[in-house]
């Protein structure tokens, strides 16, 4: 219960997208969201318990870039399988069962465990990996309502996460990854379109001789230097071919400068870009230096010092706003002729920076999105952390909100659509990609 007091007073003092999300219209859902939460928090018995309580509580925001970070439990919780008289189910829409993971490393038992606030578990049956013995619970499922169910998922090294299934438990599973024995998932295995994508973020490669693939998995501030590399290195082949794909699927973001290198490439005329607003609080500002020395050695000393400034304007003052990025237009001296055509693939995992990409490289007259949707979460942006205890964990949040929210041009819970559609899950995507291009 004070760990949830504790979230929900500084999410309300220090969350930019608080006002716009418990609004006088919103108001009684948020509070009736505040009930279940808090009717949840008085059953919570366990650190596991604290943890779903906290996770459902932030859903209600519905934005992708608030979230909780769990450390490892202290103490692996152990069940006998054989005292829960668990048995093959072979009623395959039975949750409760024998299920493996992608490869085969660990044969579970999902049983049903009315323990606190969860309803099963996955108990370790066979491991292969040493971090892992039999009896061990593997992961924790709860019943958050409304036919949805959180995980608690412990990983090999005993870090752990949380996530969120709609819909059929069973098939929620398969899509964490656990198959169920003598059940048909119809789930695809997991292929790679290139080798150097088991080992690598970013990458080139000459898909014909007219077309080539620029890979980028990330754009965290650690790859940028990679990205400008990669870039420089084949930058022969990129300007004399008419074709170039940019994958980014699964890129959930990063930071600016990571794209960066990418704008010459995609440039044909001015980009209109629309700024954002940082909300300074004095917690904001304790959290953002301490993300400055975090990336310290990835900053330039110009965007150092201003951000520094940025922050001195809100010192001694409860709340301000200030402007964090200008509404400008991008202009660069030279249109690159080749390529002629850009085609930048996305999918439902684009997100955050990724976005913000996106809508610039649209502005170009030689781009065209394929692939699916984007995830919808830039609105509210530029992330910070902030340390929570007794149990411990982190919750992530946003501290900057897009003017383009007033102007009726948000996309978060939307995502940006795409002008050629493409089934990702077809092998087959990038030749269709090449033929429609």
């Not at 103490?75 to 009623?91: A, C, R």
């Not at 048909?184 to 790679?192: A, L």
């Not at 693939?345 to 030689?366: I, M, Y």
Request: charge should be positive; include cysteine; aromatic fraction near 10%.
């Amino acid at each position: 219960m004070k760990a949830l007091d504790s979230v929900r007073k500084y999410f309300e003092r220090n969350y930019v997208g608080f006002a716009d999300k418990v609004t006088p219209v919103t108001k009684a859902a948020y509070q009736e969201h505040n009930r279940q939460a808090y009717a949840f928090a008085k059953r919570a018995r366990s650190g596991a318990d604290c943890y779903f309580v906290i996770d459902y509580w932030l859903g209600y925001f519905k934005d992708h870039h608030v979230s909780i970070k769990i450390p490892p439990p202290d103490s692996v919780e152990t069940i006998k399988p054989g005292d829960q008289g668990l048995t093959q189910v072979t009623d395959t829409n039975a949750v409760e069962g024998i299920y493996y993971n992608m490869d085969s490393v660990y044969k579970i038992g999902v049983m049903k465990s009315k323990k606190g606030l969860r309803s099963y578990v996955g108990v370790i049956l066979e491991s292969r990996a040493p971090t892992w013995k039999p009896g061990q619970v593997k992961f924790e499922l709860f019943d958050a309502g409304n036919n949805q169910y959180k995980g608690i998922w412990y990983l090999r090294n005993h870090s752990a996460y949380i996530s969120t299934m709609q819909g059929e438990l069973q098939k929620a599973l398969t899509g964490e990854g656990w198959t169920k024995a003598n059940a048909i998932t119809g789930k695809e295995p997991v292929t790679f379109l290139f080798e150097e994508e088991k080992s690598v973020n970013t990458y080139f490669k000459k898909l014909n001789d007219s077309t080539g693939y620029l890979r980028i998995r990330t754009f965290d501030l650690f790859e940028a230097k990679h990205i400008d590399s990669v870039v420089r290195a084949n930058l022969a082949n990129i300007q004399s071919m008419p074709r170039l794909v940019i994958d980014l699927r699964n890129n959930g973001g990063g930071g600016d400068r990571s794209m960066s290198f990418l704008r010459p490439i995609i440039y044909t005329n001015p980009v209109k870009n629309i700024g954002v607003d940082l909300l300074l609080t004095p917690d904001n500002i304790t959290a953002w230096e301490k993300a400055i020395d975090k990336y310290r050695a990835e900053i330039s000393k110009k965007e150092l010092d201003r951000m520094m400034q940025l922050l001195n304007i809100g010192r001694g003052k409860a709340r301000t706003s200030v402007n964090f990025a200008s509404d400008y237009t991008d202009t660069l001296l030279n249109v690159w002729p080749m390529p002629a055509k850009v085609a930048i693939v996305v999918n439902h995992g684009c997100g955050s920076t990724t976005e913000e990409f996106l809508l610039l490289a649209r502005q170009s007259t030689k781009v065209v999105l394929a692939g699916e949707p984007s995830m919808g979460v830039l609105d509210y942006s530029n992330v910070v952390e902030r340390d929570f205890y007794n149990p411990d964990f982190e919750c992530y949040y946003s501290t900057t909100r897009s003017r383009r929210i007033d102007m009726g041009l948000g996309i978060d819970n939307v995502g940006i659509q795409p002008n050629i559609p493409l089934d990702l899950n077809n092998n087959n995507w990038l030749n269709e990609l090449l033929v429609k291009l």
